[in-house]
T-cell receptor, first 111, second 118 residues
């Protein structure tokens, strides 16, 4: 069974702090995706990482894919209240079209 | 058009009612999904349609009945629901294209339907 373990599940920080969210698995994934979801909205795709060791930057967000393609991390620099939301990692499952989601990280950034 | 549109946005229904949720996308995506999401939890997959055929049913109770009339539309018919079925129901679509490194499953989600069963 493919599982994605995401940590931490909850994070409450002050504006300006840095944070890292981890997404780990014992299974190899061909790619991993990160989504951000605001209350009352659907998840929005932030990035897809596909190559082992890959690093992608999206403004203050840095995404990394592990060399073995079993883990990924999301680092946010100088967090802002607008970063508040549920962050989800997801990978392609063995069944065609199925996405495996991590448990999510509920991030709250206080001004 | 990069949107997935879901209607209605909110729905309150009694346990004896029959209602339908609707989802539409015009991105040419060949996979469409229904997810159920409880507060502060990840989306739980319910159904996957691939090329308009039901390819995955995650052992969902028969009171939920999906339908894919064409490649752009996806419906979820609801009948005799229970209060514990109250949740955010999300529709998503993906290109489902085979790339050099595997299947592209990047999903585009709708805003969801907030369902309350009373």
């Amino acid at each position: 069974t493919q599982l994605l373990e995401q940590s931490p599940q909850f994070l409450s920080i002050q504006e300006g702090e840095n944070l890292t969210v981890y997404c780990n698995s014992s299974s190899v994934f061909s790619s991993l995706q990160w989504y951000r979801q605001e209350p009352g909205e659907g998840p929005v795709l932030l990035v897809t990482v596909v190559t082992g060791g890959e690093v992608k930057k999206l403004k203050r967000l840095t995404f990394q894919f592990g060399d073995a393609r079993k883990d990924s991390s999301l680092h946010i620099t100088a967090a802002q209240p607008g970063d508040t939301g549920l962050y989800l990692c997801a990978g392609a499952g063995n069944q065609g079209g199925k996405l495996i989601f991590g448990q999510g990280t509920e991030l709250s950034v206080k001004p | 058009d990069t949107e997935v549109t879901q209607t209605p946005k909110h729905l309150v229904m009694g346990m004896t009612n029959k209602k339908s949720l609707k989802c539409e996308q015009h991105m040419g995506h060949r996979a469409m999904y229904w997810y159920k999401q409880k507060a502060k939890k990840p989306p739980e997959l319910m159904f996957v349609y691939s090329y308009e055929k039901l390819s995955i049913n995650e052992s969902v109770p028969s009171r939920f009945s999906p339908e894919c009339p064409n490649s752009s539309l996806l419906n979820l018919h609801l009948h005799a629901l229970q209060p514990e079925d109250s949740a955010l129901y999300l529709c998503a679509s993906s290109l489902l294209r085979l790339t050099g490194i595997g299947l592209n499953t990047e999903a585009f989600f709708g805003q969801g339907t907030r369902l309350t069963v009373v």
